[in-house]
């Protein structure tokens, strides 16, 4: 089972980046503690120059320089402020820069695990999913979570070295109001926890209005044919600015408490700095604490404000990440296909190989059995074809022979191996299956034959010539490379047919799977289609589904199905003979 994404996975990615991690770290650090001496260097002016009380900054620059004029010392303070600021820059610079590498590399991480997952995701669970949703799951969620990533490398180890440094440099100078300062901090911080729990509610509606926004929007789009034909373009789009209007009233919602917070915070911080001010002014007045000292005191203090707020925003940051990991997890809670060991191969080195069904049951779930105890076999190079009416099965069994769907009971086998010791992949490299309605991409004619694999033309050419598609393929301006539109809506049913075979032939399985694949064509060209795929199809196992009995005729061997047993069996003849099936009947 896919272990789900957690907090802990969150930080063992950052931490696994360790040569950006580390620079990351190094430069934050570099650029705060470049800042950290600023606030300090003006106030002590301030004293040993404009009150006379010289003192080691003075001192100092007097010494190296051989200048005391007061015009000369502050601008060699100011220069050196400068010096150091433009340090800090270069440094943070550079730490913003490893930091987006940490960031992207972790959204990368994540998208390949939940499409990695999706990959191998059972059919049935596909059945239901809504393809608006999982896009906005792999885009808005993970931004959303590489964002905190990106607060949290960026802020939290240079906000921690600031706030660490200017509280030892506030207890150096006043260590009564730098402890009654620290010991808000906090209240600050538990103060962001609570405001992050209520804005993160509000974020995971927004994030919910927004995958129902794109699933209607997606579906509406996918079957705009259907709802243009029937003349309800109106009531669909009225839903989708609906949910739409949902969108804005849940952003609306969640930007103006967002942003309260945020304010909020701020008030609360600049009160709080305010309040301390003035008691610096208190302090200077009834203790030995020098005018400049005061000042730098109070720049400290502002200064101090702002690795609080860097932390307060991450904490509320990471209450916003949770809705997104909840909805992430979603997808990686879908249940996957079984996976097979590569045991055997029963494909390799032959032309074809026999296909068999040993007591086999199948049921969907949540619902009642459709197949029970079937038992079908063809031979290695047979032909053999499933009938029966709607319903009944045949369709079901095509699926479950290439591992769409799970058999709950009985055994299937490829020359004699169960599939569960060849691999699903393995099977489908294989086995082809030609269903009644075949999907394109809206691509051009020639990817959706090679599906991106480099075939020559000359092969595509022989393979449209045999799907009785290439004077259409010539006809065309741009041949091969004509787009065919969504799923291909500029074919017709039978040109859709002939290009998916087409496409079967190219793939040269071993053994082929025929799901009312002709139904679209007319009985002529049915005849004549088959009859040009005989070289091909010759001595290549072949299951038909079908219902007419033109189509059954060249099959050596015939099942009829129903309610999901095998009914009856034999040959054309036989059957024919035993009333089973009749001339020119439809059989779906």
Not at 233 to 249: H, M, P, T, Y
Not at 266 to 292: E, H, K, P, Q, W
Not at 347 to 365: G, H, I, R, W
């Amino acid at each position: 089972m896919t272990k789900l994404y957690s907090l802990k996975r969150f930080w063992q990615q950052i931490l696994g980046q360790k040569k950006e991690f580390w620079a990351t770290t190094f430069y934050g650090m570099a650029a705060t503690l470049l800042l950290l001496p600023i606030p300090m260097l003006i106030p002590l002016l301030i004293d040993e120059v404009l009150l006379g009380h010289p003192g080691k900054l003075t001192a100092f620059l007097s010494t190296t320089f051989g200048n005391s004029e007061t015009w000369f010392l502050v601008l060699v303070t100011v220069i050196l402020v400068a010096i150091l600021r433009m340090g800090a820059f270069v440094f943070s610079n550079q730490q913003s820069f490893y930091a987006i590498k940490i960031t992207q590399r972790i959204s990368y991480l994540l998208r390949h695990r939940i499409l990695h997952h999706l990959e191998r995701v059972c059919l049935s669970e596909y059945e239901t999913l809504k393809s608006g949703g999982v896009v906005s799951k792999t885009i808005q969620d993970v931004t959303g979570v590489s964002s905190f990533a990106s607060a949290f490398v960026s802020s939290f180890f240079s906000s921690t070295l600031m706030l660490i440094g200017i509280a030892a440099v506030m207890l150096w100078m006043n260590w009564v109001l730098a402890l009654l300062i620290l010991f808000l901090n906090p209240f600050f911080l538990a103060f962001s926890k609570v405001l992050g729990k209520k804005t993160g509610e509000l974020l995971r509606r927004q994030y919910k209005a927004y995958e129902v926004y794109n699933e209607l929007l997606n579906e509406t789009l996918e079957l705009f044919i259907q709802v243009r034909a029937s003349n309800q373009e109106k009531n669909f789009f009225a839903l989708i600015l609906d949910q739409s209007k949902e969108i804005e009233n849940a952003s609306i919602d969640y930007g103006h408490k967002a942003a309260v917070a945020q304010r909020s915070s701020g008030l609360l911080t600049n009160t709080v700095i305010d309040i301390f001010r003035a008691l610096g002014v208190v302090v200077v007045a009834y203790s030995d604490l020098s005018v400049g000292m005061m000042i730098a005191f109070l720049f400290y203090l502002s200064a101090l404000n702002s690795p609080v707020q860097q932390l307060m925003g991450l904490m509320i940051s990471y209450q916003n990440t949770k809705p997104a990991i909840e909805r992430i997890n979603a997808l990686l809670k879908l249940k996957q296909e079984p996976h097979y060991p590569h045991e055997k191969n029963p494909f390799e080195n032959v032309l074809t190989t026999s296909v068999t069904l040993k007591d086999v049951s199948f049921a969907y779930q949540y619902s009642n059995e459709v197949l029970s105890h079937i038992n079908i076999e063809a031979k290695s190079g047979q032909k053999i074809a499933l009938i029966g009416p709607s319903g009944s099965g045949k369709s079901t069994i095509a699926q479950i022979l290439v591992g769409l769907y799970r058999h709950k009971g009985g055994e299937i086998c490829y020359n004699g191996v169960p599939i569960e010791q060849i691999g699903l992949p393995v099977i489908r490299e294989n086995v082809a299956l030609m269903l009644q309605e075949s999907l394109f991409f809206n691509e051009t004619i020639r990817m959706n034959l090679t599906l991106s694999k480099e075939i020559s033309d000359e092969k595509i050419h022989e393979a449209l010539r045999a799907a009785k598609l290439e004077t259409f393929v010539l006809s065309l301006e741009n041949g091969l490379e004509s787009r065919i539109g969504k799923n291909g809506i500029r074919l017709s049913g039978g040109q859709k047919q002939r290009l998916a075979i087409a496409r079967l032939i190219l793939s040269n399985p071993k053994v082929v799977i025929f799901d009312e694949a002709t139904s679209a064509l007319d009985n002529e060209t049915e005849h004549q289609l088959y009859e040009t795929l005989e070289q091909f199809l010759k001595e290549r196992t072949t299951i038909i589904i079908a219902h007419r009995t033109t189509t059954i005729k060249q099959a050596d061997y015939i099942y009829l199905i129903e309610e999901g047993r095998v009914k009856a069996e034999g040959s054309y003849e036989e059957l024919f003979s035993r009333g089973v099936i009749k001339e020119d009947m439809d059989l779906g």
